[in-house]
């Protein structure tokens, strides 16, 4: 059983169909305008369901109570929206073009411009009649006003209303503005929902001082007249608690799932691994070419531990580049095999699985560790010989990309399976290791991605989670240096023609592969031309997404082989390639990247016995002056300044959101609407206590009060399933 279909099945109550409360399984079927073409365009953008159009939140709001005159209108309000009021002057109609109409105001004039405007829109502008409109403001050739696709605004007054403030959407390809907007109030206007009915228990909203769902909803969607200028400027910025509300809502339906999938796993048995910790790590200090740091030390203990446990280990080992995460993982299948069992070892790509087979052969050897490699350039017939000899146990630790997970089946006694730098084996993958009959495999989690503690067990929800902090001694630190000027972008590549000039191997890593819509950016595909003929005769390589895999691996393997001085490549490097040769990490717009990513690449160079640099240059514009931004630029100056991980990712964090974090989820679990609001990170330890305090007290979620919270969880892990959406 999937561990979607774990929690979406028995786990949870089937009652409730309001799967995320106020309606939200109902069909847009019964919403006006929703025909079949419109429902069609919707699912294409994942609106399925009412609730779905609920939580298509305003992108922002425009202000229309305030209205000002237009002889004030002035350059400071360039692009902002503007509600005038006038008396029609002109009007001119170009057929199946535009339409122009002139008011005056007190003497002052304006123009308003809609382009292709529907056949008879120009009946409401009669000559000499008063009108409001209400529009973003421009400047025409000519130097005079005006505003393009203004609202207007003139019944409403007619009528006795007032202009209040209106929500503007995200687009929604193949359907009008419009439609969405009355789409969504028709929505909203149906929203009838009892606290009963709420996802969020009622002494969880109360202590956070939250509203109900239906109240947060409407306002989003129809914000009171009355709102002061800084609580619209909350609501802009997502800072309201209606967003907060929402926001805790996902996050604490994320981690439920996980409390459940957790829980669904420790229930299985797994076949313990009797080993002295104490023993293990003293022999490693004996056998192993250097000695163990303080954190490996603890980490080793921590998982020799798990394994002799009846119940699989869950673990998430995350480590910095060049803390020693390797090592842990081959003591631990060390200790695997000591108790006869054997273990697996996951990387992402084929060059990564040869680089970890000749990594733990020759630092397993010593222990007698029998180490053997699986990828997809394995013979048919050398795969056989593979399957027979883990069918004897005659191999200790199998190393390979995911399609070792066909590979367990195969085992005499697997008791470990190892997953480095993949981020997209994730809840899903993981269920697939405990299904069958039997004992469920022990497994180990690695991750590059230096993340504080308390965020990783937000991500990655179902697993425990060690840090590794420190470092192996005797690394040589990578000199990290920022190239804002003409001088120092040509300095940076003389110092790269240097590198190749001394035999040394360099990476050139560009932000795009060939398209870029910013002015001077640099991609891939076009430097890797310009290099060629800059640094000849040295060997220019070429490596993107774009490629075949087998294409990227022969690229990844001449680089390694030193079959290539210059590798131009796009953020595919970013992972996990060790070449001890590379002492040269150039990025161009290094100001387009995380300092998280950033930091992640400069550790592809230095890892030999020669020194690396990291050169961080900055996209030039015209003037040959840097287009990065004054901010962009002290951003990157906290990467001269540290090389710790950790420190860099609180600085990321504190700078850009977890947006980056969460956009690198775990595959399997629901994926995450609002987890870039503002504040989300506070809500993030409040979510995973208030999981783990429901499901320990209510283990199937079968009490009244939590049949909404399960129908919830269901249903968005259940469309987790359905469309492939990625969570780590």
Known sequence: MSSTSAITSSVLPTNGSRAAGQGGGDSLSTLPGAGPKTRARLAAAGIVTVGDLLRHLPRGYDDLRVQSKIATLGAALADRLVVVRGVVRKVHIFPRRFLDVTIDDDGATLRARWFRPPGGMAKSFAKDSVVTLAGPLRWNDEDKAELIHPTNLTSLVAGGGVPGIRARYPAVDGIGGRVLEKMIAAAVAGLDVDDDDDVL???????????????????????????????????????????????????????????????????????????????????????????????????????????????????????????????????????????????????????????HRRTLTKLGQPFGLRVALLTAATTRVERQRLRESLGKGAIDLLVGTQALLDAAADCADLRLVVVDEQHRFGVAQRARLRAGEGSAPHLLVMSATPIPRSLALTLYGDLDATVLSDHPPGRQPIATVLCATDEQRDGAYRALADAVAAGRQAFVVCPTREHSARSGSVTAVAHHRTLIRRLAPARVGLLHGALKSAEKDAVLRAFAAGALDVLVATTVVELGIDVGNATVMLIEEADRFGLAQLHQLRGRVGRGAHAGRCLLLLNQGGDGEPAATASAIERLRCLTETSDGFCIAEADLALRGPGDLFGRRQAGAPALMFGDLPGTLALLDLARAEAERLVDGDPDLGRPEHAALGAAVRARWAKAAVYGEETG
């Not at 910025?237 to 796993?265: K, W």
């Not at 163990?292 to 603890?298: C, E, I, N, S």
Request: glycine share 8%; charged share 15%; net charge neutral.
């Open 201 to 355: 228990p009622a002494c969880l909203r109360q202590s956070c001082g939250l509203p109900p769902l239906a109240v947060a909803l409407r306002a989003l969607h129809l914000p009171e007249a009355g709102l002061s200028p800084a609580e619209l400027e909350d609501l802009a910025a997502g800072r309201s608690p209606a967003h907060r509300r929402l926001a805790l809502e996902e996050l604490l339906i994320l981690q439920v799932g996980f409390c459940l999938d957790r829980a669904s796993a420790r229930a299985l048995p797994a076949r313990g691994c009797a080993v002295d910790a104490a023993a293990l790590l003293a022999d490693a200090q004996t056998r192993l070419p250097f000695s163990l740091t303080a954190g490996q030390q603890a980490a080793v203990a921590a998982i020799v531990a798990d394994l002799d446990a009846p119940r699989p280990m869950q673990r998430l080992l995350i480590g910095d580049v060049g803390s020693g995460k390797t090592v842990v993982a081959l003591l631990a299948a060390i200790a695997a095999a000591r108790a006869g069992g054997q273990t697996l070892v996951m990387a992402p790509t084929e060059v990564l699985a040869e680089q």
